[in-house]
């Protein structure tokens, strides 16, 4: 079935406020959460709307609570999270940075004890909508294992670079695995191979089988040993800078994933490179590489960020694709 | 054959000098070249030394120069790089950076016209022996297809993140290339297959063999088309910031690549996270990866930076090896 992005929107916004959440508040998450779906998001979006009911019946997740200021100098922050909404928590912290990046050029905010933030690009997307860049990060449950290891002690810690362009901005989105459980689970049921390497089967041989992985619980850091280490390293950032939980920590609290931690870095970069200039020099960047000549015909070159535009128009215009038991359950919610 | 650290640090030092280096930028450069290869990063150390020197002898490489201030506002700051060393370009940056991060807990310096910083890692040490957190990339010449191109419009574009501690930085430098093309050619002469995906073969199928991938040309980007988004990203970060070349631009220079565009910055941290608290939350992070369970007995897990103190600790003790070619090259140029 197809959901208006209006009526997704008023009835998540509805249930949240049911389930305990402000007026305001359960607003703002409602908007983000349909905005995923709209635009493609479709795993942190509607998807995912009854495990956040869920969550904060639970009381893992608490509504009503903002981040509250621990410390500060200068263009950086450490905010605590109070175990709050995911989305408004980040939001919240990706608004100072962009005030701060006002005075100062670039701001960064580092907040702890905060939740699922769903989409990561959403923040890349916030700052870009203030004429800025932005990079942000989360830690997460552990997910995936150590380069070499067997068993799962690193987060896939999703990491977003956003660069603002009148012309569509290019947001990076990228987790550190390179498949998510969930995707490995919908092609074993499907019957599919993934297309490239997808982790390792029981016998540490890489293979591109999701049952085979799903099995094992190897799933492949994004880049093999690269994005491994590049986990560890964001994982550091977040907690030591927050002085918050770090992956392993987060992991050792009883429930589903809470608690995590996060970073978000906004760059005002139009006060040393004017936007005219820099949008041309973009401008310039992006139409050499979209003008790549294509491994198969019939294929075209996007860049990141192109192919949600797309989603969002036909979505606009369409309504959301939703599956009918999912909105069964969140209606039976309300 | 080994040579000790001090002989090669005053072997370069000399050489530059003779090609028209003052003594002190000599010094610098020659000091971070032969740790280069001291500490592992024999590609970016003294086996890169030979190409430099001819990029001096050609003009496309100016000593004598550092970079000027164009603009800044607060914490942000661009410069230009006047086609000077790379290597001492970038320093000035980052202690720069570093200097910002002082005043007002981050910096970020963007440059541009500047050569190649030979190992990206060297400027994440700088800002982690500052105590602070950094975050530094540049682009290159195209080198890489887009996702789903055959001819190659990205740059393999190296990221560092670097997290400062007592008991070893922990430090991520990686390429946007799964591989350079450098090893790849090693493994084709040796005759060996590469571990993983290595790139595409002539028709379009991913391959391992290194021979298939340099007739192809179509080397693979680190996490598929996760790197290859990351690396656009990069590119516009560092060529719109700095109002520099992008990497299509850096593409259109004739001869060696040259006029590369760079960002750095420092995150003082410990103004927000204390100093203590950050470490330790760090070292309960690291212990808890490092216990992971080997996937093969025999193998152990290590952290990003942990291999190179240990390299670092064989080769002061024993002298840093060199190819005995590369160190008569070296000795003709003297």
Redesign the interface.
């Known amino acids: 079935m197809r959901i208006s992005f209006d009526e997704a929107q008023k009835t998540l916004a509805r249930t949240l406020v049911k389930h305990g959440c402000g007026q305001d508040q359960a607003q703002k998450v409602a908007l983000e959460m349909a905005r995923n779906s709209l635009e493609g998001g479709y795993t942190h979006g509607i998807n995912r709307f009854a495990r956040l009911v869920r969550n904060m019946d639970e009381g893992i997740v608490i509504p009503g609570v903002s981040p509250v200021k ?9 905010y605590d999270g109070g175990m709050g909404m995911g989305v408004t928590n980040a939001w919240f912290c990706m608004a100072r940075a962009i005030e701060l990046a006002r ?4 701001g ?1 905010i ?1 907040l702890r004890n905060t939740n699922h933030w769903m989409r990561a690009a959403t923040y890349g997307y916030q700052a870009c909508e203030a004429g800025m ?1 932005g ?1 942000c990060f989360t830690n997460t449950i552990p997910n995936m ?7 799962s ?2 987060g896939n810690n999703p990491l977003v ?3 603002p362009r009148k012309a569509g901005p ?1 947001v ?1 989105d ?1 987790a550190m695995s ?1 498949f998510s459980y969930g995707a490995l689970e919908v092609a074993r049921l499907a019957g599919k191979e993934m297309p ?2 997808a982790g ?1 089967d029981s016998r ?1 041989r ?1 293979t591109r089988d999701p049952g085979e992985v799903l099995a094992s619980q ?1 799933i492949l850091p ?3 040993w ?2 491994a ?2 986990s ?6 977040a ?5 918050g939980n ?4 987060v992991g050792r609290l009883p429930g589903d994933e809470h608690g995590v931690s996060q970073v978000f870095m906004a ?3 139009n ?3 004017p936007a005219e ?2 949008e041309q ?2 401008q ?3 139409d ?2 979209l ?6 015909a019939g ?3 996007v ?2 960020g192109e192919r949600m535009m797309e989603i969002r128009r036909e979505n606009l215009e369409k309504g959301i694709p939703v599956d009918d038991t999912v909105w069964r359950q969140i209606l039976e919610l309300d």
Not at 70 to 78: D, L, Q, R
Not at 103 to 106: F, K
Not at 291 to 296: E, K, L, R
């Open positions: 621990m410390a500060g100098f200068g263009a950086i922050e450490n005075m100062h050029g670039l960064l580092a860049a990079i294992p150590a380069w070499g290891a067997s068993d002690r690193m670079f956003a660069f290019v990076v990228m390179q490239i390497d390792f540490g890489l190897r994004t880049g093999y690269k994005g280490a590049l560890l390293a964001l994982d550091l950032f907690g030591c800078m927050s002085l770090t992956v392993s920590q760059i005002d970069f006060r040393i490179a200039q820099a020099t973009a310039n960047a992006i050499d590489l003008g790549s000549t294509p491994a198969q294929t075209r070159i860049y990141p």
